[in-house]
């Protein structure tokens, strides 16, 4: 089978670098990548109750039926779930079942199964080894690399976590097939993002796909996922000798994830990164970072994908913000957003920081200006 | 103030090394070392009831006099709070409190402090800076070289946790003086471990030590503190070339571990480590790895210190197996152990590891044997 393999180097930890590799019904591939990446005497298969209804089986089937021990441990899918009592109970269970020191974990899902079976494997015993077979655009291009783990607290989004690097990744393309659309389109939101943080190029051929990908085109989805993963892992590599150079992946997290906290999670990830980009890239504009168009130009790019640009009535700019101070971004009470000068080029302050500082009254105003559509009422 | 500095190499990461810094009436020194070694915004005093009583105002007025913001957080005595809901408790409280990524945290007590704090520091926000100011003999000779934080789960001790190295370990001898008594002999079996696993003059000069540490003799205390720290740094710092090295450091902790749990903490760590290297060092004798008679030195160490060497007749043999079967370190359901050669010399098998597989049958003998003293019925 033909399949892209993207090293991506490790920053934190002695670890051995790992490869993404991406490929068009690869799951197939996932027992012998096992045994030579990752070899265990047992695996705990951590997946969703929705994930693990469509891809469960088959994964546990592949690995028994090449001589490797599997056994699956689902918990009820939704970010909602992705706490510390979930977390409590599946450590309970592999600990029950006699999941030792020797075991490795697979994470198969999205984004919080990922986020969850990577704290898992991160904490079970002081860390075991894990892999990740990524179900979802998100989890495929953005959770892949990085080693983030994490869960949510009652306060905020991944406010406690690990970071914890997996074996390899494992990408197949077809499972994307089964991904519910705004789930398809929340994902490319993240693949916009890295065209403007890091490609002008990119964004533009991100959004020359946007048909082929909301109707699952696995030529279109695997380019896509393909560069996505290699812009990340480039950024990540850069930090390194570039302290800080990947503070750039948050444009339009900063006021995504308090889109995301106060909404109760009625939004997926991804819509509420595109809001949070719509607002940040017009706080850029405001403080005079970015030249002039430039969130035009996002907001056409998200258009195609239907992706939200404006916050939903129901959130307050002031309880914004107040949610904003308690991520975990915030640094000695002043926020910083990482912002772009243009589409492809992000803001460098001159100090050598990739964050700008801003103050609240320019986040109000620019959380209050992206409530609804500009237009005036007619009489 | 004259203080002995010991550096610990580290092995798993590529944060610096750091210092354990040792001495008499050091406390006063805690600001400047935070300054230098761990600079934060803001600094978060996590200790229990029972040392936060008699330390906590005193650390944080040194702070705040110092000009370092500083709030103290408390959960209760006790190792059965070593566990989930008191980490999930603390994370709350403190992100509550606005404890951001800027923030460090100070691990002020026992081993159950620093296992605590140390795995809040582990994982919030993916993880902060840290130091221990260890108060009990255990946490100054054990749990401050290795970086190992961890929680207890209902199915064993440290079953989830962490390496998380802290940025300095301050060790104030004169913080002793206030230690109830078995938990001063508790961790001087850690200390007699230190000789029995590396160094058989260490070992004896601890018996000869006994009286004097036993009635908080610092000079006494503070040799050993001093000497401990070194022995077990030199062995995690061997580690490095000699893979599995440091396994001879759970000489005691096998049977050890089972003892504490199915005693439902009613023996503390060092006593059930105790009752352990007794059982262990009988398996030694029987399996012939240990010359004859390294068993009867050994109990005349642990007897000076007056910690136990025999199980309380309320534990079960085939329940303690089956709780080493559950505990972390039983490797594809074989048990393995590591096993004294003679006082200061531990056995390596012919294929170079550091640990003996030992079958059931001869742990339930052992453990069996070391239930009551050997003694004929008279009639």
């Known amino acids: 089978l033909p399949v892209t393999t993207i090293p991506v180097p490790l920053d934190r930890t002695l670890d051995a670098p790992y490869d993404v590799v991406v490929g068009r019904g690869i799951l197939t591939e996932l027992p012998q990548l096992l045994r030579e990446r990752c070899p265990a005497h047992r695996y705990a298969i951590i997946t969703d109750s929705r994930v693990g209804t469509l891809y469960a089986d088959r994964v546990a089937a592949l690995l028994i039926d090449a001589g490797l021990r599997a056994a699956t441990f689902a918990f009820p899918a939704g970010e909602w779930n992705k706490v510390r009592q979930t977390w409590a109970d599946l450590t309970d269970r592999l600990v029950e079942t006699g999941v030792g020191r020797d075991a490795a974990i697979i994470a198969l899902g999205g984004g919080v199964v990922g986020d969850m079976a990577g704290f898992v494997a991160a904490t079970l015993h002081r860390g075991i080894p894990y892999a990740q077979v990524p179900t979802t655009v998100l989890a495929m291009i953005d959770a892949s690399v990085g080693g983030k783990t ?29 991904l519910p659309r705004p789930h398809l389109a929340g994902g490319c939101a993240e693949a916009i993002k890295h065209g403007v943080i890091a490609d002008r190029a990119y964004a533009e051929a991100v959004g020359s796909w946007a048909r082929a990908c909301l109707a699952r085109d696995a030529a279109a989805l695997e380019r896509l996922v393909e560069r996505s993963v290699r812009i990340k892992a480039e950024i990540v590599a850069a930090d390194v000798a570039e302290r800080g150079r990947r503070q750039v992946l948050n444009f339009g997290h900063t006021v995504g994830h308090a889109v995301e906290a106060r909404s109760g999670y009625g939004l997926l990830h991804g819509e509420a990164v595109a809001i949070g980009m719509a607002v940040e890239a017009r706080l850029a504009e405001t403080v005079g970072v970015a030249e002039p168009g430039t969130r035009a130009q996002l907001l056409d790019l998200l258009a195609r994908f239907d992706l939200p640009t404006v916050l939903p009535p129901t959130l307050d700019a002031a309880d914004l913000l107040e949610a904003m101070r308690h991520d975990k971004k915030a640094r000695a009470g002043a926020l910083r957003f990482a912002l772009p000068k243009t589409l492809g080029v992000m803001a460098q302050s001159a100090d050598g920081e990739w964050t700008v500082e801003i103050g609240s009254d320019e986040i109000l105003a620019a959380l209050k200006a992206t409530r609804a559509p500009d237009v005036s009422p007619t009489i």
């Open 150 to 178: 994490g869960l949510d607290l009652p306060a905020g989004k991944n406010l406690v976590g690990a970071f914890h690097q997996p074996r390899f990744v494992l990408a197949d393309i077809n499972t994307l097939a089964t």
